[in-house]
């Protein structure tokens, strides 16, 4: 257990509805990302928060879909009207300032 | 995450052996590799990391090597035990860039008994 927990771990829904997901990082960490993992391969970045502040948005990130860190602690990644192609592990991710990333267990996303 | 390892390289060990593990990183102006752990159902671990003005760090039974001349990390596992069974994946980093991560392809790491 690295400090990083996400809510929930597994989630289903049928195409076109929203779903949002909720990521703890370890609280000392200033930075926190979000990353999107499909079978197979390595996680792919989607974007990422300093403090509150998102800095950063991968080209992956469609405008379906929308991150906040309203107080700099805990984040929320949500999808709307999701798609089949949305299906995924999505993964949270903390650090301090510049550092090692430590990772939460995830969430499987699975659209019908 | 579940069925990590699908369509992934795999590396058949027999438990006790040594395991190497490769990976070909893709930017020269990285600064900061690591590699990392991920089994079934779970998010990746970190194992071990190194700076590029190193070209060799240890850990508990792992030691990564940073050949920055042909852009290529290795991971060495010595004594691979069941518990290593997982797919690895060497992820690079670059301060400049935010500190996000770009992850290679990954390896599915089998351990005999």
């Known amino acids: 257990d690295t400090g990083v927990s996400q809510d929930p771990r597994h989630k289903i829904t049928k195409r076109g509805q929203n779903v949002t997901f909720r990521c703890d990082p370890i609280s000392e960490h200033n930075r926190l990302y979000w990353y999107r993992q499909t079978l197979g391969q390595g996680p792919e970045f989607l974007t990422y928060?300093?403090?509150?502040?998102?800095?950063?948005k991968s080209r992956l990130l469609s405008d379906r879909f929308s991150a906040e860190r309203p107080k700099g602690s805990f984040s929320t990644l949500e999808i709307q009207r999701t798609e089949q192609g949305d299906s995924a592990m999505y993964l949270c991710?903390?650090?301090?300032?510049?550092?090692?990333?430590?990772f939460g267990p995830g969430t499987r996303l699975t659209v019908l | 995450g579940e069925n990590v390892g699908l369509h992934l390289p795999t590396l058949s060990v027999q438990e006790g052996d040594n395991s190497i593990i490769n990976c070909a990183y893709s930017n020269s102006a990285s600064d900061y590799f690591i590699w990392y752990k991920q089994e079934s159902g779970k998010g990746p671990q970190f194992i071990i990391d190194i700076r590029s003005n190193m070209d060799k760090r240890q850990g508990q039974r792992v030691t990564v090597l940073l050949n920055k001349t042909v852009k290529h990390l290795s991971l060495q596992i010595a004594a691979t035990q069941p518990g290593d069974s997982a797919v690895y994946f060497c992820a690079e980093n670059m301060a400049a860039a935010g500190n996000k991560l770009t992850f290679g392809g990954g390896t599915r790491v089998l351990v005999k008994p």
């Open positions: 928060f300093q403090n509150e502040a998102q800095l950063e």
């Open positions: 991710a903390s650090s301090p300032q510049t550092d090692t990333q430590y």
